[in-house]
């Protein structure tokens, strides 16, 4: 039993350096060459421009279902015509963020352990360092980059298109005006509420992709082991972006409130 | 760091490693993965222009020995050179350095799926050598018309036999000019007739263009008859016939047990030495 504990802290401690190595190596396949720029490009439309109708999928319902509650709720004191404050808050400060860092994890998380991690067992990736290329600046440098900067930008289109879902159910099914609906969304939002759905979904698009390269590139054990990264890449992400989304609130909180 | 070059020699170091030089040579090189002892104390040298064959059990270390030349493994003990760089205890920065003079066919081909034939055989001039695109592509063409896959230059390597995918992964690996060339099991899964066509292209490009080899099979046929085999040109066309006796002496085979080097000699050697010793009699039948 206390063996078997010791060898589970020894595997974990492990993991944690490995990890900690690989993004000590981005950093210096970001600041120094060779560099890979077809790569990052490459990354850039997958994660991003393929993430796009997942991403305004999930935020137009998410929006539609929140003025839905809202409203109900709302009613029971007389203030259905507060409903685009809870949508505006919620949505740019909590729910735009998560959801499209899920959706990122779900899409974007899995797919980059698959493929890495098909890489790693058909020794793609000792061709690629036999042909004199180092994998984490060919491969991890340019999704990390992606990840980083294309998370918030879809975040701000989640965002956006929940809004004008919770704009469609308020004047359609609630029957609010339309310039009350508005109005109300932007009294609900304070300049800092703004920034935190802007500042989080960097930290989130991070710890999505390095999490996903993480994994794929740690593969071992043929399609099975394949397998088993893509689950560990999805279920390792998500959790990472409830957690990550927590401690960045708390510390934006203290920052900027 | 600057993107790899071949590792720069003086001409000193050029003379001594010419033809019968020591290209890659192993001192008692000792390897384990926690408590399973992979090589022990393995020692030889292979010649410049010369070719070894390993043979040997699955799982008696024969692919390790390629790992350990492109440094993708460290050893435990002992010391490696490659084309007079000392390598077991190199970092992987200057590794790539001694890797852009060394070719690699892995099992299999590990050919990038996502990467055209023309993608793939010119990798290395496209990504890393900064070839201009006419010259990288006229190489490529060149290479393929080599190896006789001309035609596919454009397919993926999943519309490729498996013997087209090995012939591709030996074009990928020759495209730079690499003075030494590792084949890990090139022919296994392969028909006869197409694992021929393979044993030939490793007979060419060690005949016609000088390239130390290091093949590693467990395929006796395809281990003799690159051995016992030259490439010669006739004409326009290459012909292949049995080697002289001089030329055999260039190709020795060194058979792996349990970690250690059983048997190491030429192909006529090897059969002498099945009459005195079991396991390579057994090895052999």
């Given at each position: 039993?206390?063996?078997?504990?010791?060898?589970?802290?020894?595997?974990?401690?492990?993991?944690?350096?490995?990890?900690?190595?690989?993004?000590?190596?981005?950093?210096?396949?970001?600041?120094?060459?060779?560099?890979?720029?077809?790569?990052?490009?490459?990354?850039?439309?997958?994660?991003?421009?393929?993430?796009?109708?997942?991403?305004?999928?999930?935020?137009?319902?998410?929006?539609?279902?929140?003025?839905?509650?809202?409203?109900?709720?709302?009613?029971?004191?007389?203030?259905?015509?507060?409903?685009?404050?809870?949508?505006?808050?919620?949505?740019?400060?909590?729910?735009?963020?998560?959801?499209?860092?899920?959706?990122?994890?779900?899409?974007?998380?899995?797919?980059?352990?698959?493929?890495?991690?098909?890489?790693?067992?058909?020794?793609?990736?000792?061709?690629?360092?036999?042909?004199?290329?180092?994998?984490?600046?060919?491969?991890?440098?340019?999704?990390?980059?992606?990840?980083?900067?294309?998370?918030?930008?879809?975040?701000?289109?989640?965002?956006?298109?929940?809004?004008?879902?919770?704009?469609?159910?308020?004047?359609?099914?609630?029957?609010?005006?339309?310039?009350?609906?508005?109005?109300?969304?932007?009294?609900?939002?304070y300049i800092q509420d703004v920034w935190m759905g802007l500042i989080k979904p960097f930290f989130l698009g991070f710890a999505i992709v390095s999490i996903g390269c993480h994994v794929g590139l740690r593969t071992r054990g043929g399609t099975q082991g394949v397998g088993r990264a893509t689950t560990n890449a999805v279920v390792a992400s998500s959790v990472a972006v409830i957690a990550v989304d927590y401690f960045v609130t708390q510390l934006l909180i203290?920052?900027?409130? | 760091?600057?993107?790899?070059?071949?590792?720069?020699?003086?001409?000193?170091?050029?003379?001594?490693?010419?033809?019968?030089?020591?290209?890659?040579?192993?001192?008692?090189?000792?390897?384990?993965?926690?408590?399973?002892?992979?090589?022990?104390?393995?020692?030889?040298?292979?010649?410049?222009?010369?070719?070894?064959?390993?043979?040997?059990?699955?799982?008696?270390?024969?692919?390790?020995?390629?790992?350990?030349?492109?440094?993708?493994?460290?050893?435990?003990?002992?010391?490696?050179?490659?084309?007079?760089?000392?390598?077991?205890?190199?970092?992987?920065?200057?590794?790539?350095?001694?890797?852009?003079?060394?070719?690699?066919?892995?099992?299999?081909?590990?050919?990038?799926?996502?990467?055209?034939?023309?993608?793939?055989?010119?990798?290395?001039?496209?990504?890393?050598?900064?070839?201009?695109?006419?010259?990288?592509?006229?190489?490529?063409?060149?290479?393929?018309?080599?190896?006789?896959?001309?035609?596919?230059?454009?397919?993926?390597?999943?519309?490729?036999?498996?013997?087209?995918?090995?012939?591709?992964?030996?074009?990928?690996?020759?495209?730079?000019?690499?003075?030494?060339?590792?084949?890990?099991?090139?022919?296994?899964?392969?028909?006869?007739?197409?694992?021929?066509?393979?044993?030939?292209?490793?007979?060419?490009?060690?005949?016609?263009?000088?390239?130390?080899?290091?093949?590693?099979?467990?395929?006796?046929?395809?281990?003799?008859?690159?051995?016992?085999?030259?490439?010669?040109?006739?004409?326009?066309?290459?012909?292949?016939?049995?080697?002289?006796?001089?030329?055999?002496?260039?190709?020795?085979?060194?058979?792996?047990?349990?970690?250690?080097?059983?048997?190491?000699?030429?192909?006529?050697?090897?059969?002498?030495?099945?009459?005195?010793?079991?396991?390579?009699?057994?090895?052999?039948?």
């Amino acid at each position: 039993m206390a063996a078997g504990a010791v060898e589970w802290i020894k595997a974990a401690l492990l993991e944690v350096q490995e990890y900690v190595g690989m993004l000590a190596k981005t950093v210096r396949g970001v600041v120094t060459p060779p560099f890979y720029y077809r790569d990052v490009v490459q990354q850039f439309d997958a994660i991003g421009i393929g993430s796009l109708t997942v991403v305004l999928l999930t935020g137009t319902f998410t929006g539609m279902v929140l003025a839905l509650q809202s409203g109900i709720t709302l009613d029971q004191f007389g203030a259905r015509s507060m409903v685009g404050r809870l949508v505006s808050a919620s949505i740019v400060k909590e729910l735009g963020p998560v959801l499209t860092g899920l959706m990122v994890a779900g899409r974007v998380g899995s797919g980059i352990a698959a493929e890495l991690g098909s890489m790693m067992v058909t020794d793609q990736i000792a061709a690629l360092r036999a042909l004199g290329t180092d994998p984490v600046r060919k491969l991890v440098v340019p999704r990390i980059l992606a990840g980083l900067l294309m998370v918030p930008v879809l975040t701000v289109i989640s965002s956006a298109v929940g809004m004008v879902g919770g704009w469609i159910v308020t004047v359609g099914v609630l029957r609010v005006a339309s310039s009350v609906y508005w109005n109300s969304v932007i009294q609900g939002l304070y300049i800092q509420d703004v920034w935190m759905g802007l500042i989080k979904p960097f930290f989130l698009g991070f710890a999505i992709v390095s999490i996903g390269c993480h994994v794929g590139l740690r593969t071992r054990g043929g399609t099975q082991g394949v397998g088993r990264a893509t689950t560990n890449a999805v279920v390792a992400s998500s959790v990472a972006v409830i957690a990550v989304d927590y401690f960045v609130t708390q510390l934006l909180i203290v920052l900027m409130y | 760091m600057a993107r790899a070059q071949p590792a720069r020699r003086s001409e000193l170091l050029d003379d001594a490693l010419g033809p019968g030089g020591p290209i890659i040579v192993f001192d008692d090189v000792t390897l384990a993965f926690d408590e399973k002892v992979i090589l022990r104390d393995v020692s030889f040298t292979l010649k410049t222009g010369h070719t070894k064959i390993f043979l040997g059990a699955s799982g008696a270390g024969k692919s390790t020995i390629l790992r350990l030349i492109l440094g993708l493994l460290k050893p435990d003990g002992g010391q490696i050179f490659v084309n007079g760089e000392r390598v077991d205890n190199m970092s992987e920065d200057a590794m790539m350095a001694v890797r852009a003079d060394l070719g690699m066919v892995f099992q299999e081909g590990a050919l990038f799926d996502s990467l055209s034939v023309r993608e793939n055989v010119g990798y290395k001039l496209f990504e890393e050598l900064n070839w201009k695109p006419a010259d990288a592509n006229r190489r490529v063409e060149e290479v393929l018309g080599f190896i006789g896959l001309a035609e596919f230059i454009d397919r993926k390597p999943s519309e490729l036999s498996g013997g087209q995918r090995r012939r591709v992964a030996i074009a990928r690996a020759m495209a730079a000019k690499p003075r030494i060339l590792l084949y890990d099991e090139p022919t296994t899964g392969l028909d006869p007739i197409t694992s021929i066509t393979v044993d030939e292209e490793i007979i060419k490009l060690r005949d016609l263009e000088g390239v130390s080899s290091i093949v590693v099979t467990h395929q006796l046929r395809d281990a003799f008859y690159v051995a016992e085999h030259t490439a010669a040109r006739r004409s326009s066309e290459v012909g292949f016939e049995k080697a002289s006796p001089a030329k055999c002496d260039e190709a020795e085979f060194i058979m792996l047990r349990d970690g250690r080097i059983a048997f190491e000699g030429n192909a006529g050697e090897l059969r002498a030495a099945a009459a005195r010793d079991p396991y390579i009699d057994a090895f052999l039948s």
